[in-house]
């Protein structure tokens, strides 16, 4: 990973990550996705998805994600 890069989020499930990357695309900040897991050590040692942004924008990725996280626990409740 590139210098000046920051994980704002980390999920053992695959289509999560892959939310969160479109969610903040769509607000117009670069993300990227890196992948940890190992199929050879899922049952022991599952990996996880790492969703990483530039760390200019780390603050608001973050606050995008909570809000995300926030709204996605109202609806269940």
């Known amino acids: 990973m590139e210098k000046d890069w920051v994980k704002v989020f980390a999920s053992n499930v695959s289509f999560e ?35 990483y942004v530039h760390n200019s924008n780390e603050a608001k990725a973050k606050e995008l994600i909570a809000a995300s996280r926030e709204g996605k626990n109202e609806n269940n409740a």
């Open 17 to 51: 990550s892959e939310i969160i990357k479109g969610m903040l695309i769509e607000n117009e900040i670069e993300a990227v996705i890196v992948n940890r897991q190992d199929s050879s050590f899922v049952t022991m040692l599952p990996g996880m998805d790492e969703v």
